[in-house]
């Protein structure tokens, strides 16, 4: 099975930094990578498809890169309301499995 | 709207079985492959199976085949978790949650907890 490795698996910065996080899958998934983000308490969000495709609504300081064992996914200026953890998920030939997770939080 | 309500959760003794609901609203049901994601007390997602849209063919995590069967009843729109020979490490909330045109989960449930403990 292809395994996926999220770093880092914490993460502490300020308002209006930039933060990236990496997803390494294991072998060759193309772009077939999804991105969500975690609020406490709250259900996982849908953030980014197949690597780099926004979701409606997801504000534009999300980004999303990569294809086939590397993916980014980049907040170019970190905002308060951006304090979650983030999964990346291999979306092709089950088990589709997520990254452990990134825990964002503030200084 | 789009609504996923899961119900069944609770307490059970280990080796015991369960059996998950999720009541699907506000989309052709029958259109969707639907997934089981769990996540155990604050631990990250695990994805646990999914049900192509037609019922045709399921698919399993390694530490759930055998145990647990994905089913939907698409004249109910409503699709299942049966949990059998629980163990201590299947406590965790159970999300239902719809695929997107094989690109992701664009809706899920509000989440339904087991614990299995005795």
């Known amino acids: 099975d292809i395994q996926m490795t999220q770093s880092p698996s914490s993460l502490s910065a300020s308002v209006g930094d930039r933060i990236t996080i990496t997803c390494r899958a294991s072998q060759d998934i193309r772009n077939n990578l999804v991105w969500y983000q975690q609020k406490p308490g709250k259900v996982p969000k849908l953030l980014i498809d197949?690597?780099?495709t926004l979701q409606s609504g997801v504000p534009s300081r999300f980004s999303g890169s990569g294809s086939g064992t590397d993916f980014t996914l980049t907040i170019s200026s970190l905002q308060p309301e951006d304090v979650a953890t983030y999964y990346c998920q291999k979306y092709v030939s089950a088990p589709l499995t997520f990254g452990q997770g990134t825990r964002l939080e503030l200084k | 709207q789009v609504q996923l309500v899961e119900s069944g959760g609770g307490v059970v003794q280990p080796g015991r079985s369960l059996r998950l609901s999720c009541a699907a609203s506000g989309f052709r049901f029958r259109t969707y492959g639907m997934h089981w994601v769990r996540q155990a007390p604050g631990q990250g997602l695990e994805w646990v199976a999914l049900i192509q849209n037609d019922g045709s063919k399921e698919y399993y995590a390694d530490s759930v085949r055998g145990r647990f069967t994905i089913s939907r009843d698409n004249s109910r729109d409503t699709l299942y978790l049966e949990m059998n020979s629980l163990r201590a490490e299947d406590t965790a909330v159970y999300y239902c949650?719809?695929?997107?045109?094989?690109?992701?989960?664009?809706?899920w449930g509000q989440g339904a907890l087991v614990t299995v403990s005795s």
């Open positions: 949650a719809k695929d997107w045109n094989d690109r992701g989960y664009d809706y």
């Open positions: 197949t690597a780099s």
